[in-house]
């Protein structure tokens, strides 16, 4: 079984709306983490926001927040106000605490701002 | 520097060569990640060390693979007698410590002709 899903691998979105990327995930371990990844056409992957698993509030920073969802194990990334400079690749990715410290990374979400 | 910093940024060489991709992670951090990203896909895991200390290295896809970051700050990716589906890019990263969030280099784009 896949351990990160992005289902949407590609979406089109007005300029200044908000935007909903998914992700869910799969783990048993109790302890984890869920990043969300921008990766511009230039190619940087620019770290955006980290939610934990025993986070009571769901993490956000600026006009990104993360809709964690754990009953239904699903991290969605949300955008608000979207802008043209928001087009790029999103990957959600995890960390299981137990084991060792890699990130496991879904197949990404191609974001497309439309002016 | 202000980020992870990789080098070479494009490596082009023929099938058989040895290659080395080295990593400068950010200053203080203590552990550092090798990834290697398709086109198109996400990064996979390769291998990670805290300080010099190589703490898991079952990404590696065989044994022509190595990594080494002898003094706990810059590591080496070693790929030995390359073939054509080692071309990819292989990134960096490194964290505060392990369980900190992971900043990633601009990567090493590798061609095996």
């Known amino acids: 079984a896949q351990k990160i899903t992005q289902t949407q691998p590609g979406m089109f979105v007005q300029e200044k709306e908000a935007v909903t990327l998914d992700c869910t995930y799969d783990?048993?371990?109790?302890?984890?983490?869920l990043f969300w990844y921008k990766q511009p056409s230039s190619g940087e992957m620019i770290f955006l926001i980290y939610?934990?698993?025993?986070?009571?509030q769901n993490a956000t920073e600026g006009r990104y927040s993360l809709n964690f969802q754990k009953a239904r194990k699903s991290a969605n990334l949300v955008i608000s106000a979207s802008q043209l400079g928001d087009s790029a690749m999103y990957f959600c990715?995890?960390?299981?605490?137990?084991?060792?410290?890699?990130?496991?990374f879904g197949t990404g979400t191609r974001l497309t701002i439309i002016p | 520097g202000a980020g992870v910093s990789q080098s070479p940024r494009y490596k082009v060489t023929k099938r058989g060569q040895d290659v080395a991709l080295r990593c400068d992670p950010i200053?203080?951090?203590?552990?550092l990640y090798w990834y290697r990203q398709a086109l198109g896909q996400g990064p996979e895991f390769l291998t990670y060390?805290?300080?010099?200390?190589?703490?898991?290295k079952s990404g590696l896809p065989n044994d022509r693979f190595s990594a080494e970051r002898p003094e706990g700050s810059i590591s080496t990716l070693t790929i030995q007698r390359t073939e054509q589906r080692d071309s990819a890019m292989y990134r960096c990263?490194?964290?505060?410590?392990?369980?900190?969030?992971?900043?990633f280099g601009d990567g090493t784009r590798l061609s095996i002709l």
């Open positions: 200053s203080g951090h203590v552990s």
């Open positions: 060390f805290n300080y010099e200390a190589q703490q898991d």
């Open positions: 939610q934990g698993s025993y986070d009571q």
């Open positions: 783990t048993s371990d109790p302890s984890y983490g």
């Open positions: 990715a995890m960390r299981e605490d137990f084991g060792n410290e890699k990130l496991t």
């Open positions: 990263a490194s964290s505060l410590r392990a369980a900190e969030p992971q900043h």
